[in-house]
């Protein structure tokens, strides 16, 4: 590996290349990110900056990575500092962001983290641990509190493992200190995602601790968010692609495309950067725009991953380019999921909808169809079948959304149908690989063993037999007949 990106070449780099537009050496740390992907340095932190250079104020971040240390060996031999690379089409506009003062890997150093988490300057913590990450029963949202990470849940002497935890171990310590309480704010996918990580944090602390516990019920905010930006992995060849314009390696480069946005429900226990004056939107009520992302624009796209990845697609935009899945997307959209959507005030959904499949057709991104399908247990609820039951309600049909059911149900037995074997990244993998086994390629027998999965579906669905049908039925025509068959019975 060639020269780092760190402060030392900042001058150095191509005249072009936008930088912090204030003194890296001056900017205190009062914010806590936890998870320092690629979704935050594309999203939350490009924010932050702008926040900075519009408003100032001493809102460096300190990363804290909850498992590997990935984002330290990345950002610490570069004092923090990584490029963003906005690209659309042929064009990539290169950005380095500046915010990042340092990151902590916490398995490795525990006390770091807990003292980053209670120091008295900091006032805000950011998350993006995915959905899994909330160690939440996905269709109910309560804790699970068997889960191997919770383990500190039960005994606070030990050292806590997940988010939850942390956050659950530094209010505790901050409460003793009497130091003011932080604003926590999830920036995950989830629905209500605040009052999710609320109500996470409540039943922790309530497993040893009840009078913390009513502390955090009163005293700790946590504002709704929607979060939007599309960001791909990055690959090796992009890492390349990067050097050689920089002319020095820069191992946190994300890449991301040219639209953003973030919706924050303005309750904040204390100040915030100048957020608002970076181009997001504080308001009372984030719901309705969460619901019309969560339902327009991550059901589609986990549609477009399970039925592209069985169609054999490794990549978003292909499956886009190919008129029969493009038009059952646009269906989908259309006829089944806009007219269950509330429309946040102000919002076009159908012109929301069609910039959807422009965003989803770029093909620069190069967005892998398999990233998407990550964790479909805990992403499907929010994104399809809260829409589903909304359908069921209204006694409106919903087989396109039925289908991306069942696409999810196949691919996560781990067996495609071409009969390879999938690599399924999921908290439930075991589960739904032993219900392919026991399905062994009866519709009728997956589907059944599917909805057993109460913590999926709900009791509600899972005793639906109106919905099994229509499951069954999508389920048949995929595992006899293909993708493409499926989707053209329906248009
Ligand atoms: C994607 C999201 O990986 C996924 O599940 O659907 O990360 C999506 O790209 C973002 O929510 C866009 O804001």
Same mark, same amino acid.
């Not at 160690?135 to 849940?153: E, M, T, V, Y």
């Given at each position: 590996m060639g020269k780092r990106l760190s402060n030392a070449v900042l001058d150095d780099l191509p005249a072009a290349l936008r930088r912090p537009a204030y003194v890296r050496d001056e900017l205190k740390a009062g914010i806590v990110h936890l998870g320092v992907g690629a979704f935050h340095r594309a999203h939350q932190a490009v924010y932050t900056d702008d926040a900075i250079e519009a408003a100032g104020g001493n809102w460096g971040t300190i990363g804290i990575s909850l498992r590997s240390s990935t984002a330290a060996t990345q950002l610490n031999p570069q004092d923090g500092l990584f490029c963003v690379g906005s690209r659309d089409g042929d064009r990539e506009s290169l950005r380095a962001i500046g915010n990042i003062r340092t990151i902590i890997t916490a398995p490795e150093n525990p006390a770091a983290a807990l003292a980053a988490l209670t120091a008295p300057e900091i006032g805000l913590v950011t998350l993006?641990?995915?959905? %899994?990450?909330?160690?939440?029963?996905?269709?109910?949202? %309560? $804790? $699970?509190? !068997?889960?191997? !990470? $919770?383990r500190h849940a039960h005994d606070p002497t030990l050292t806590p493992q997940s988010a939850i935890g942390y956050l659950v171990e530094a209010i505790r310590v901050r409460q003793r200190a009497g130091t003011a309480p932080f604003t926590l704010i999830s920036c995950d996918n989830l629905p209500a995602n605040g009052a999710r990580l609320h109500s996470a944090l409540i039943q922790y602390a309530a497993v040893s601790d009840e009078a913390l516990a009513r502390f955090i019920e009163t005293d700790i905010a946590c504002p709704q968010t929607m979060i939007d930006r599309i960001v791909p992995a990055t690959t090796g060849e992009d890492l390349d692609r990067i050097e050689a314009v920089l002319g020095?390696?820069?191992?946190g480069y994300v890449k991301t495309e040219p639209f953003s946005q973030w919706v924050i429900e303005d309750r904040f226990a204390g100040p915030v950067p100048a957020w608002d004056r970076a181009g997001a939107m504080l308001v009372s009520a984030v719901g309705p725009f969460e619901a019309a992302k969560l339902r327009l624009l991550n059901g589609p796209h986990s549609t477009i991953a399970y039925l592209g990845y069985l169609a054999g697609f490794e990549y978003v935009h292909e499956v886009m380019a190919t008129p029969e899945l493009r038009r059952c997307i646009t269906e989908l959209m259309e006829q089944e999921i806009l007219p269950a959507v509330d429309p946040?005030?102000?919002?076009d959904l159908t012109a929301y909808a069609r910039d959807l499949r422009k965003r989803f057709g770029n093909h620069a991104l190069e967005h892998r169809t398999w990233q998407i399908a990550m964790d479909g247990s805990q992403k $499907?609820?929010?994104?399809l079948l809260d829409t589903i039951r909304r359908r069921i309600r209204e006694d409106r049909r919903y087989d396109r959304l039925a289908l991306a059911v069942a696409a999810w149900m196949i691919y996560a037995t781990g067996k495609g149908l071409d009969g390879k074997r999938i690599d399924v990244r999921d908290p439930l993998a075991e589960r739904t690989a032993e219900i392919g086994r026991v399905a062994d390629g009866s519709a009728s027998r997956l589907v059944e063993g599917f909805l057993k999965l109460a913590d999926v579906f709900g009791e509600d669905l899972s005793a639906d037999r109106a919905f099994a049908a229509t499951l069954e039925a999508r389920a048949e025509t995929l595992l006899a007949r293909g993708v493409v068959a499926a989707v053209e019975e329906l248009s």
């Amino acid at each position: 590996m060639g020269k780092r990106l760190s402060n030392a070449v900042l001058d150095d780099l191509p005249a072009a290349l936008r930088r912090p537009a204030y003194v890296r050496d001056e900017l205190k740390a009062g914010i806590v990110h936890l998870g320092v992907g690629a979704f935050h340095r594309a999203h939350q932190a490009v924010y932050t900056d702008d926040a900075i250079e519009a408003a100032g104020g001493n809102w460096g971040t300190i990363g804290i990575s909850l498992r590997s240390s990935t984002a330290a060996t990345q950002l610490n031999p570069q004092d923090g500092l990584f490029c963003v690379g906005s690209r659309d089409g042929d064009r990539e506009s290169l950005r380095a962001i500046g915010n990042i003062r340092t990151i902590i890997t916490a398995p490795e150093n525990p006390a770091a983290a807990l003292a980053a988490l209670t120091a008295p300057e900091i006032g805000l913590v950011t998350l993006t641990i995915t959905e %899994k990450g909330y160690c939440i029963d996905p269709a109910s949202g %309560k $804790l $699970l509190a !068997d889960h191997d !990470d $919770l383990r500190h849940a039960h005994d606070p002497t030990l050292t806590p493992q997940s988010a939850i935890g942390y956050l659950v171990e530094a209010i505790r310590v901050r409460q003793r200190a009497g130091t003011a309480p932080f604003t926590l704010i999830s920036c995950d996918n989830l629905p209500a995602n605040g009052a999710r990580l609320h109500s996470a944090l409540i039943q922790y602390a309530a497993v040893s601790d009840e009078a913390l516990a009513r502390f955090i019920e009163t005293d700790i905010a946590c504002p709704q968010t929607m979060i939007d930006r599309i960001v791909p992995a990055t690959t090796g060849e992009d890492l390349d692609r990067i050097e050689a314009v920089l002319g020095c390696r820069d191992a946190g480069y994300v890449k991301t495309e040219p639209f953003s946005q973030w919706v924050i429900e303005d309750r904040f226990a204390g100040p915030v950067p100048a957020w608002d004056r970076a181009g997001a939107m504080l308001v009372s009520a984030v719901g309705p725009f969460e619901a019309a992302k969560l339902r327009l624009l991550n059901g589609p796209h986990s549609t477009i991953a399970y039925l592209g990845y069985l169609a054999g697609f490794e990549y978003v935009h292909e499956v886009m380019a190919t008129p029969e899945l493009r038009r059952c997307i646009t269906e989908l959209m259309e006829q089944e999921i806009l007219p269950a959507v509330d429309p946040p005030p102000g919002l076009d959904l159908t012109a929301y909808a069609r910039d959807l499949r422009k965003r989803f057709g770029n093909h620069a991104l190069e967005h892998r169809t398999w990233q998407i399908a990550m964790d479909g247990s805990q992403k $499907l609820p929010q994104r399809l079948l809260d829409t589903i039951r909304r359908r069921i309600r209204e006694d409106r049909r919903y087989d396109r959304l039925a289908l991306a059911v069942a696409a999810w149900m196949i691919y996560a037995t781990g067996k495609g149908l071409d009969g390879k074997r999938i690599d399924v990244r999921d908290p439930l993998a075991e589960r739904t690989a032993e219900i392919g086994r026991v399905a062994d390629g009866s519709a009728s027998r997956l589907v059944e063993g599917f909805l057993k999965l109460a913590d999926v579906f709900g009791e509600d669905l899972s005793a639906d037999r109106a919905f099994a049908a229509t499951l069954e039925a999508r389920a048949e025509t995929l595992l006899a007949r293909g993708v493409v068959a499926a989707v053209e019975e329906l248009s």
